[in-house]
DNA sequence: ATGCCGATGTCCT
DNA sequence: GGACATCGGCATC
């Protein structure tokens, strides 16, 4: 790795505030390498899902399945599942093992390897959807649920801080999208944005 | 610009 | 059988 670029370690992760690290994760570059192919990008979009008195996260209330166990990992794990049956949901784990913290990226902005983004997703044009929306990045990065429990230091996976960091007004924090169902959860501004990405997945689609 | 729909693995009733 | 941390296509306004 070249220097100035620093990978994120154990210390990062392994901290109780999940929304602290939600918002710290916006401007970090997003790395997936094997098999010879590089691909990352910057962050733009993350949602963070607090544990088990969260009614939007898989472990509220305790609930730990076959699907979501990951989300109980140590922290800096993978955990990618299955959504509505086809796209696979990339998810950084934070917090104690067994502390269910887990944040989902859900918008990039493509840095390298965008041919490899191009044959991965089907795609021909590198328009803005190519890693908008937390299914559309996984794809791009060739993620899939065979990563889930992967270990974020490990060489295949990780995260880097390249050193820039957003001023605090470019910066929103809003609700979360796609959890209407999670009753008095559903409102909680747990989502963050960089304001002005066209990358940042829109509420309406 | 907005809305409906189908695809469909995993979990729940 | 129904719900769901989604997406793209097509219909309609």
């Known amino acids: 790795m070249s220097p100035g670029l620093k990978k994120l370690d154990i210390r990062f992760y392994d901290r109780r ?15 997936t390498q ?3 192919i590089h691909s990352s990008g910057r962050i733009v979009e993350t949602e963070a899902y607090a544990g088990v008195n969260d009614r939007a996260s898989h472990a509220f209330g305790g609930r730990r399945t076959a699907r979501s166990e990951d989300l109980y990992g140590a922290p800096g794990t993978a955990y990618v599942y299955i959504c ?11 917090n104690k093992k067994n502390i269910p913290h887990g944040i989902l990226i859900r918008a990039l902005e493509p840095l390298e390897g965008v041919d490899h983004m191009l044959h991965r997703t089907g795609k021909t044009v590198a328009d803005y959807t190519l890693t908008k929306g937390p299914g559309n990045l996984a794809r791009a990065l060739g993620m899939t649920k ?12 990780f995260i880097v801080d390249d ?9 929103a924090m809003t609700s979360r999208i796609g959890v209407e169902s999670a009753r008095e959860d559903a409102e909680l501004p747990y989502r963050f ?11 309406k689609s």
Do not use: C
């Open 17 to 31: 505030n999940v929304l602290q690290i939600a918002r710290e994760l916006l401007g970090k570059i997003l790395v």
């Open 34 to 36: 094997w098999d010879g």
């Open 84 to 94: 509505y049956g086809m796209h696979h949901l990339f998810n950084v784990i934070t």
């Open 146 to 157: 065979l990563h889930s429990g992967a270990n974020l230091i490990s060489e295949e996976i």
């Open 163 to 171: 050193g820039l960091r957003y001023p605090k007004d470019q910066i």
């Open 193 to 203: 944005i960089v304001k002005g990405s066209p990358y940042v997945s829109s509420r």
